[in-house]
């Protein structure tokens, strides 16, 4: 199905956000999750089933002032 | 000494982690500055550079407390969400909340921030919020569960140091309990220096070490004025008075006429 990550459109066999993750090599990864601007926190990734059309934010530390 | 939540901070320099040179200088102003606390953000990550996960192994090996921020948010529910995120990612309920209301000057939300504020407080956060000097802002942040305040002194990466003096001592008169911090606009030692001099508990900077020639010495330079500031703060300052005064004793001066 199609979702997009980081705003960029993909397709995904994953049928959950944890899935998702593992796909993109980041399941291990210190980042934290949204889909459709709402925050998912890491102990739900894995019952969190995505649909198509999903927006999913994947963010990770970054330089910041 | 007022302390953030508990915490008493090293050093009262807190110092952004965005644009250096290169990973190995930031970490050698941190390293000459011995700041207290680094603000650090998030970004999307994809999985390909993996660059967030290099940055966070670089910032933990700092050994410094770490503040997230919400830069770039622009409404309630884009901070609340941010701040979330951050809270599981950096694993601290610190948060500096920013909600920016202009494009042009950065300057903050209030309106949006204080509804923020108040939302995460609610929920567990420590919220540092990025204000201006406004008093009656300032009371309403308080009200919503803040307990430090960080008024800008000029906008953000602007460099011109404390804009509006008499509002961020009337801040500190107003407020004598609450941690203030100066948050942007810094841009030499010695506005850090008059910052602190006036009572402030701390300076956020970043683009003014970042930015500078050699950001490591920059960083030592503002260490040293920061701390400078302090302690004239607590050596408690004479009034200024337009008349002169000898500091040379009078009485026992010989009579050469």
């Known amino acids: 199905m199609k979702i997009t990550l980081n705003g960029e459109s993909r397709e995904t066999e994953a049928r959950t956000l944890a899935e998702l993750l593992a796909e993109i090599g980041l399941a291990e990864a210190k980042v934290a999750t949204a889909v459709n601007e709402a925050f998912v926190a890491a102990p739900a990734r894995a019952t969190h089933a995505l649909e198509a059309g999903d927006r999913i934010e994947v963010l990770a530390p970054m330089q910041g002032g | ?257």
Request: one cysteine or more; a negative charge.
């Open chain 2, 1 to 257: 000494m007022r302390s953030f939540y508990g915490t008493t901070l090293a050093n009262p320099l807190m110092l952004g982690t965005a644009q250096y040179p290169s990973p190995a200088i930031l970490a050698e102003a941190f390293r000459r500055s011995g700041a207290g606390v680094a603000t650090v953000s998030l970004r999307r990550e994809s999985g390909a550079d993996r660059a967030g996960q290099d940055f966070w192994a670089m910032i933990a090996d700092l050994g410094v407390p770490v503040l997230p921020n919400t830069a770039g948010c622009h409404s309630v529910k884009e901070a609340v969400t941010t701040a979330h995120m951050a809270r599981e990612v950096f694993d601290t309920p610190w948060i500096k909340l920013e909600v920016i209301g202009h494009t042009d000057t950065l300057q903050p939300d209030v309106f949006a921030l204080v509804e923020a504020a108040r939302v995460l407080s609610e929920d567990g956060f420590q919220v540092f919020p990025y204000t201006t000097e406004d008093l009656v802002v300032a009371e309403k942040l308080l009200h919503a569960g803040c307990e430090v305040l960080m008024p800008w002194g000029a906008p953000i990466g602007s460099g011109l140091g404390l804009a509006n003096e008499y509002a961020l001592r009337s801040m500190r008169a107003h407020f004598p309990d609450v941690p203030l911090v100066v948050d942007a606009g810094i841009g030499l030692p010695s506005h850090a220096a008059r910052a602190m001099e006036l009572g402030f508990d701390a300076v956020l900077l970043n683009t003014a070490v970042a930015k500078a020639g050699d950001p490591a010495m920059m960083a030592e330079a503002f260490s040293r004025a920061v701390l400078a500031g302090q302690a004239a703060y607590a050596a408690d300052p004479i009034e200024p008075r337009d008349m002169a005064a000898p500091s040379t004793p009078v009485i026992g001066k010989a009579f050469l006429e």
